[in-house]
């Protein structure tokens, strides 16, 4: 059974930079990916970041793209989200999750995700 332990977050101003992290327990297959999906108040949750792991293969959303950046530590079973020049419509609650790595590249995926509880980044103008 995987777990997923997410930490960092926090609040930051508005250009600022935070990095999350997501601790990993249990086993996931190298043909899946680990990354971070976020949801802001009324808003659907999005795919943010995603990593094959123990590959090079990556996803960013558009809006992410050239800011943030997903990297992972396989000894740790980590994977890391460096987010620079944060801004306010970043501000949501970051999940951790592991699985097929369509589930950040399809729209239409239906298929099981492992998720972590949840972490808060709040940025502020």
């Known amino acids: 059974q995987v777990q997923l332990v997410e930490s960092g977050g926090g609040s930051v101003q508005a250009g600022g930079s935070l990095t999350v992290s997501c601790a990993a327990s249990?086993?996931?297959?190298?043909?899946?990916?680990m990354g971070w999906f976020r949801q802001a108040p009324a808003k659907e949750r999005e795919g943010v970041a995603a990593?094959?792991?123990?590959?090079?293969?990556?996803a960013y959303a558009a809006s992410v793209k050239g800011r943030f950046t997903i990297s992972q530590d396989n000894a740790k079973k980590t994977v890391y989200l460096q987010m620079n020049s944060l801004k306010p419509e970043d501000t949501a609650m970051y999940y951790c999750?592991?699985?097929?790595?369509?589930?950040?590249?399809?729209?239409?995926?239906?298929?099981?995700?492992?998720w972590g509880q949840g972490i808060q980044v709040t940025v502020s103008s």
């Open positions: 999750a592991a699985a097929l790595c369509s589930a950040w590249t399809y729209g239409g995926y239906q298929g099981a995700i492992n």
């Open positions: 249990g086993y996931i297959g190298s043909s899946n990916c």
């Open positions: 990593i094959r792991i123990g590959g090079v293969f990556t």
